[in-house]
């Protein structure tokens, strides 16, 4: 298993998992197992962050798609269409 060193985010932002799997560990130590079609929405912008576990030497495929600061769900279900 290959582990990368404690991260941020670098911005809020989802994360889709097109291809392969990822175990993320959090700063309380709870992990979570990540695989094609799992969406994650990041906001760990400050602090000690996730770490980062890849399982396998799997082709690992993401999308990651920034969410503008102050942007909420309710923001966006009171937007007018169009």
Request: without cysteine; proline residues 6%.
């Amino acid at each position: 298993m290959i582990a990368h060193d404690w991260h941020p985010t670098p911005a809020r932002q989802f994360v889709l998992f097109l291809k392969g799997k990822l175990e993320v560990e959090v700063s309380d130590g709870e992990r979570r197992a990540f695989t094609q079609g799992s969406i994650v929405f990041l906001e760990d912008t400050k602090g000690k962050g996730h770490k980062d576990h890849a399982v396998s030497d799997d082709e690992l495929l993401l999308a990651l798609i920034p969410v503008p600061g102050g942007m909420t769900i309710e923001n966006l279900m009171d937007r007018e269409p169009g």
